[in-house]
């Protein structure tokens, strides 16, 4: 949801300074809104620092989503600060007729900047809807199980995996010969090992299903 405000508002701000600068740009008061802009940007990039901190021991999703908001907000306050100060600099110049034009070009240049940091995180939250595993899960899964094919003569195998927040599913269903010799001790160290060979998803929560079976149809 953070995501969508975050799109929402580039999106809106960028509308809204494409429309004063087809009505002509607008002129704006320096001083109050020098004020505001000094307040909100102090108040934004403070925010966004102190959780940057606090992150790097808590290492959360959800509050690296809320420093980008608080970026987004104070470089898109600090651009409404320049343009107010280089519309004061252009009239100051002899460039009266360029002063209204300033504030809403800074604005609609730095939004498009801007604008991949929540484009970014709405897609990532997407793959979390839908369960999309990373490609490298996928690719370390078949790399796992090829080199168990070559050594305990698997007929095949078909892996499943999807990702859900900080959570790893893997599902791997393993098709052996009719004649394997194995009893549940001999499957207990087989799971064991390609566990043990995916190990690295362990720490964010991985869950794992190894089931084996002679009927090909699961090929």
Not at 39 to 67: P, Q, T
Not at 133 to 144: D, K, T
Not at 182 to 189: E, L, S, V, Y
Request: charged residues 20%.
């Amino acid at each position: 949801s953070n995501a969508i405000i975050l799109l929402t508002v580039c999106v809106y701000a960028f509308i809204n300074a494409l429309k004063g600068f087809l009505d002509g740009g607008r002129v704006v008061n320096f001083g109050s809104a020098a004020a505001y802009s000094v307040i909100v940007c102090g108040v934004c990039f403070g925010m966004y620092l102190y959780e940057r901190r606090a992150n790097r021991r808590l290492d959360s999703e959800f509050i690296r989503i809320d420093m980008k908001s608080f970026l987004m907000s104070g470089c898109i306050t600090l651009a409404l600060f320049a343009g107010f100060g280089i519309s004061r600099l252009l009239a100051g110049m002899g460039y009266a007729h360029l002063e209204p034009y300033a504030d809403p070009v800074i604005l609609m240049v730095l939004v498009l900047g801007l604008l991949p940091i929540p484009i970014g995180i709405v897609a990532k939250a997407l793959k979390e809807v839908f369960l999309i595993a990373p490609p490298e899960l996928h690719y370390h899964v078949r790399e796992v199980m090829a080199v168990m094919k070559e050594r305990h003569g698997f007929v095949g195998y078909r892996s499943y995996v999807a990702k859900s927040g900080r959570v790893y599913m893997v599902d791997i269903n393993v098709v052996v010969p009719a004649d394997f010799e194995a009893d549940i001790h001999r499957f207990h160290t087989l799971r064991q090992d390609i566990a043990k060979r995916l190990s690295e998803y362990r720490s964010l929560g991985r869950w794992l299903s190894i089931t084996f079976t002679a009927n090909r149809d699961w090929l």
